[in-house]
């Protein structure tokens, strides 16, 4: 009987933790390519939820010089595509080699996205 209620208690959880939503990036990089000091250095990345509920981003955290100007506040429902939109603060002179970490309540709970470029001196 102990077996029974045990098998019956973990199926319930594997179903219940397989109807999640899930994001999916078309990319896990973000390059801004070569930029000149003081330059606006503004990039997007696109995703979409491929699972069956609807994800909500919980926070997106950035290492330094890398601010996030844009995400959806709302729910991302089910096969719905949307887009983080970040800048960079071009006053730092040299390589960008910075990270954008997304938390949501998807299956995958959070997301890394590299972000590269390198910002060069102006004349």
């Known amino acids: 009987m102990k077996k029974f209620l045990l098998i019956i208690l973990l199926s319930g959880f594997v179903g219940f933790s397989q109807?999640?939503?899930?994001?999916?990036?078309?990319?896990?990089?973000?390059?801004?390519?070569?930029?000149m000091e003081g330059s606006t250095a503004k990039e997007s990345i696109s995703f979409?939820?491929?699972?069956?509920?609807p994800v909500q981003i919980e926070k997106i955290s950035s290492t330094g010089h890398v601010n996030v100007e844009r995400y959806p506040k709302n729910a991302v429902q089910p096969n719905s595509?949307?887009?983080?939109?970040?800048?960079?603060?071009?006053?730092?002179?040299?390589?960008?080699?910075?990270?954008?970490?997304?938390?949501?309540?998807?299956?995958?709970?959070?997301?890394?996205?590299?972000?590269?470029?390198?910002?060069?001196?102006k004349d």
């Open 81 to 121: 595509k949307n887009e983080i939109v970040v800048s960079y603060n071009t006053d730092k002179i040299g390589p960008i080699r910075r990270t954008l970490t997304i938390y949501s309540n998807a299956e995958n709970s959070f997301i890394s996205i590299k972000i590269k470029g390198n910002v060069n001196k």
């Open 19 to 35: 109807n999640k939503g899930k994001l999916e990036f078309n990319n896990n990089v973000i390059d801004f390519g070569e930029l």
């Open 48 to 53: 979409q939820n491929v699972g069956d509920q």
